[in-house]
C-alpha cells in the first residue's frame, strides 16, 4: 500500500511539476485503479495550471475557460402561478431599461414596479450584499458573476419559465462561458469597445490603418478633442490592444506597466479627456474621437443628434472577433426577491423580441442578443445609418476565440487599479 | 459666585450645547473613525467591500505606509499632492484679492443696503455647485460666449481650450465655485472691527490707504484666515471641479485618486490612507488658525 501511495504521488508530483500531462495522469492513475478516486485532486492541480481561482473558489471564467457556476440552493419549481400585488423592485443602471416597458410589464402582472438605480458595478454589489437595497431582479455583468453566486446575492434559474432565451436570443449566449447552463443568468444587451470618431473632423481612414487603434497615438492634430473611457480596465486595454498584446485578462505586472506607459504617452500627444460622455460629445461636435462603446454611439445617434446634423458624420470601428474586447449584460434575481416566480417572467419579458427591440431602438441604444435583430435589417427599415453597420454585433461575435473583460483575482485587481489611477493623476 | 446659579437651572446653558456635540459625534468623529477602520482594515474576499478594523489591536499598516510612501519627491502622489496645493494656493489667493474687496465694500454700508447686497452675494447659492460648474462648460466651450466674444474683439482672436486640460479653467473654477464661502466670514470679520479705531487713526493723520493698511487689514486677519480655512478645506479634497471643468488626467486632483480607490475595487485602505493624509496636512492650516485666533484674543485681552 506504502508503494502505492508513494507511486500516486509521484504522479501528482509529476503533474505538479509539468513533467507529465493530465491525460497521462489521467491513464496511469486508472491504470492503478484510483483515477476516479483521485478526481478531485487532480482537479484542482489542473486548474492551477490552467485557470485562475475566483472568489468561493470558483475558477475565473475565460471566453475559452467556461465555467458551471455551483447552485447553491435548488431552482423553484415549474409551473408555479406568478406572485400578486406589492411592488416588484428592478435594479438597473439609471436610464438603461425603458420606464415605459417596465410599468407594462407591471401592468400585465398586476404589480406596481420600481426602478431602483446604481452607478456602477460595484455600487451595485456593495448594496446587495449589505441588504441596503431589497431587489426583485438586478442586472448584473458577466464579470461579477461569481462574486455574486459565492455571496449567494443571486438565485438560481428554473429555465422552464425563461422559453424565449431558447427561441430569440443568439444560440452563442444560449449557455455562455461566464454561465454554462444559463444557471443563473439571461442576457441582456451586448456591444464591442472600439473607436468613435467624426468624419468631419478626422481625416484618418481609421478602418483602413495597418493597426486603427494607434491613431490616439497619431492624433496630436486633434489634441483636445480626444477621449478615452474612464474605466480601469478598458483604457489599458485601449494600450495592450495598441501592442497588439490580446490576453486582456492578466494579471502580469510587467503587460501592465507596459501599458500603462503606453498610456501616459497619450498626455503629451492629445491630452485625452477621459470620461464616459462619448454618446453626447460625438454627436454634438464637442469631441472628435473616442474610445467608445458600440452602444454608446448607436444611444448618440438615437438621442443625442443635434437637430439638422446627418449621423452619417459619425464612425465607429471595432476590431475583428479576438481582436477587440466583447462585452454583454445580463439579468439576474436576486436572492431577496419575494417575487421569484414574477422574477423569473421578468428575464423571460427582457428577452421577448418585442420588448428587447423597443428598448434598444426607443430607449438606451445598446443592442439585445436577438436573433431577429440583424445590422442588414436595422439598416434597411431605416433604423440606423450604414455607416453605422459596425456598431451592430451578431451571434458569431461571440464564442471561445472572441476576448472580453471578465474577472480577476484581488491581487491581479489591484494592481490593474494601480495603475490606472497612476494615469488618471496625470503623473 | 457661578453665572448659571441666579435663576436658570444648574446645567441649563451646557445643554444648549448637546445638540452641536451629537452632531459632532454622529456626523464627524463615527465617520471619521469609521476612515480610520478602513485605512487600517481589510477587504471582504468575495465582495471587495472594505472591512473596517475597529480595534487599534488589530489594526494593518500596510497601506498606510504604502500610501506615505507615495508622497514622497516621485512617489505615485507626490505630483498630484503638488498640482493640488498649487491650485489650490492659487485659487485661494485669487479669491482673497477679489473677495476682501467686495467684503470691505460691503461692509462700509448701512444695514438696508448691505443687506440688499448680502442678498444679490447669496444668490448663486440658489442654483446648485454642478449646475454653476456645468454653466461654465457652456460659457467657455469652443464655440462657447466667451471664446465668442474674445475673437469678436480681438482681445484674442485664437481662443485657448478652456475646457481640455487647461489649468487656468480649473483654478477660476474652483475660485467661482468657493468665493462665497470666503465672503461671508471675512465680511463678518469686518463688520466686527469697530469704526472708531479707523476715526482715531485718521485723526492721528492716517490717509485711508494707510488706515486701512495699519488698522483695517491687522484687525481682520484672524477673518482671512478663517474664511480662508474655511475654503481651502473642501477645495482640497474637491474632484468634482476638474471632473466637469477638464476631465483630463493633467489637471487631476487628489480628491479624484480619493473617488478612484472609494469608487470600487480591492484597495478602499489606499482610498482612506489617502484621506486620512490629507486629513492630517489640513489639519496643520486649522491648528495654526486656531493659535492665531488664540493669540490675537489673548492680545485683546491683556490690553
Not at chain 1, 435548488?74 to 436610464?95: C, H, M, Q, R, V
Request: charged share 15%; proline share 8%.
Amino acid at each position: 500500500m506504502r508503494n502505492h501511495d508513494a507511486g500516486v504521488n509521484a504522479i501528482l508530483e509529476g503533474l505538479r511539476a509539468g513533467r507529465i500531462s493530465r491525460r497521462q495522469a489521467f491513464k496511469t492513475l486508472a491504470a492503478l485503479g484510483v483515477g476516479s478516486a483521485l478526481l478531485p485532486s487532480l482537479t484542482r492541480i489542473a486548474l492551477a495550471d490552467d485557470a485562475l481561482v475566483g472568489p468561493g473558489g470558483i475558477p475565473l471564467a475565460r471566453p475559452d475557460k467556461p465555467v458551471t457556476l455551483p447552485l447553491w440552493e435548488d431552482p423553484i419549481k415549474s409551473g408555479l402561478a406568478p406572485e400578486t400585488d406589492g411592488t416588484f423592485t428592478i435594479y438597473n443602471y439609471s436610464d438603461y431599461i425603458d420606464k415605459k416597458l417596465v410599468d407594462e410589464f407591471g401592468k400585465l402582472h398586476k404589480v406596481k414596479t420600481q426602478i431602483t438605480t446604481f452607478d456602477s458595478m460595484d455600487q451595485c454589489i456593495t448594496r446587495l450584499a449589505t441588504h441596503a437595497v431589497r431587489a426583485d431582479v438586478t442586472n448584473i455583468t458577466p464579470d461579477r458573476l461569481a462574486q455574486a453566486v459565492a455571496g449567494k446575492l443571486i438565485k438560481p434559474v428554473n429555465p422552464d419559465y425563461v422559453p424565449n432565451l431558447k427561441k430569440n436570443v443568439w444560440p452563442t449566449l444560449h449557455s455562455p462561458f461566464y454561465d454554462q447552463g444559463s444557471r443563473y443568468t439571461v442576457p441582456y444587451t451586448v456591444y464591442t469597445t472600439g473607436i468613435g470618431w467624426r468624419n468631419d473632423k478626422v481625416k484618418e481612414d481609421i478602418p483602413n490603418l495597418s493597426n486603427p487603434w494607434s491613431i490616439f497615438w497619431n492624433s496630436q492634430a486633434y489634441k483636445g478633442f480626444v477621449g478615452v473611457l474612464d474605466d480601469s480596465r478598458e483604457a489599458l486595454v485601449l494600450a495592450m490592444l495598441y501592442r497588439g498584446k490580446y490576453d486582456i485578462n492578466t494579471e502580469d505586472p510587467a503587460e501592465i506597466d507596459a501599458a500603462l506607459a503606453d498610456l501616459k504617452a497619450l498626455i503629451p500627444i492629445c491630452n485625452p479627456k477621459v470620461n464616459i460622455t462619448e454618446y453626447q460629445t460625438l454627436p454634438e461636435g464637442t469631441c472628435y474621437l473616442h474610445h467608445c462603446w458600440s452602444g454608446d454611439l448607436l444611444g448618440g445617434v438615437f438621442s443625442y443628434m443635434p437637430e439638422g446634423t446627418d449621423p452619417a458624420v459619425l464612425s465607429y470601428w471595432s476590431a475583428p472577433k479576438g481582436k477587440g474586447p466583447i462585452q454583454n449584460d445580463c439579468w439576474a434575481i436576486s436572492a431577496s426577491t419575494k417575487k421569484p416566480v414574477l422574477a423569473h417572467l421578468w428575464l423571460d419579458y427582457i428577452v421577448d423580441n418585442t420588448v428587447a427591440t423597443d428598448n434598444f431602438l426607443n430607449f438606451n441604444g445598446y443592442q439585445p442578443p436577438m436573433n431577429s435583430i440583424t445590422p442588414e435589417k436595422l439598416i434597411a427599415e431605416g433604423r440606423i445609418p450604414a455607416n453605422l453597420k459596425t456598431a451592430v454585433m451578431t451571434a458569431e461575435d461571440f464564442g471561445g476565440d472572441a476576448i472580453q473583460e471578465m474577472t480577476l483575482t484581488p491581487k491581479g485587481q489591484a494592481l490593474w487599479q494601480s495603475a490606472y489611477a497612476k494615469f488618471v493623476s496625470g503623473a | 459666585m457661578r453665572e448659571h446659579s441666579g435663576i436658570y437651572p444648574r446645567g441649563l446653558w451646557p445643554a444648549f450645547a448637546l445638540p452641536g456635540v451629537v452632531w459632532l459625534i454622529l456626523l464627524f468623529l463615527v465617520p471619521f473613525y469609521a476612515v480610520i477602520g478602513v485605512a487600517f482594515g481589510g477587504v471582504d474576499p468575495i465582495f471587495m467591500i472594505p472591512m473596517p478594523a475597529w480595534n487599534p489591536l488589530e489594526w494593518n499598516f500596510d497601506s498606510m505606509i504604502q500610501t506615505l510612501r507615495g508622497f514622497l519627491p516621485g512617489g505615485d502622489y507626490w505630483a498630484v499632492f503638488i498640482r493640488t496645493t498649487v491650485y489650490v494656493g492659487l485659487a485661494l489667493s485669487i479669491c482673497l484679492l477679489v473677495g476682501y474687496p467686495v467684503a470691505y465694500y460691503i461692509s462700509r454700508h448701512t444695514r438696508r443696503t448691505k443687506s440688499v447686497l448680502l442678498a444679490l452675494l447669496v444668490l448663486p447659492f440658489w442654483v446648485s455647485y454642478l449646475m454653476r460648474m456645468l454653466a461654465w462648460v457652456n460659457l467657455f466651450a469652443p464655440s462657447g460666449y466667451v471664446n465668442e466674444f474674445l475673437a469678436w474683439s480681438h482681445i484674442m482672436p485664437d481662443p485657448p481650450d478652456w475646457l481640455n486640460g487647461n489649468p487656468i479653467s480649473v483654478i477660476l473654477a474652483l475660485v467661482y465655485g468657493y468665493i462665497p464661502y470666503l465672503i461671508l466670514p471675512l465680511l463678518a470679520a469686518l463688520d466686527r472691527i469697530d469704526k472708531s479705531l479707523l476715526e482715531a487713526a485718521r485723526d492721528l493723520g492716517a490717509n485711508p490707504f494707510s488706515a486701512f493698511l495699519h488698522v483695517t487689514l491687522p484687525l481682520s486677519m484672524t477673518g482671512i484666515l478663517g474664511a480662508s480655512v474655511i475654503i481651502a478645506l473642501p477645495m482640497f479634497g474637491d474632484y468634482y471641479t476638474p471632473n466637469i471643468i477638464s476631465g483630463s488626467p493633467t489637471t487631476s486632483m487628489l480628491g479624484n485618486q480619493i473617488d478612484l480607490y472609494f469608487h470600487g475595487g480591492p484597495q478602499p485602505s489606499i482610498g482612506a490612507s489617502l484621506t486620512m493624509i490629507l486629513a492630517l496636512f489640513l489639519a496643520v492650516l486649522m491648528t495654526y488658525y486656531m493659535y492665531s485666533v488664540a493669540k490675537a484674543t489673548r492680545e485683546v485681552r491683556d490690553e
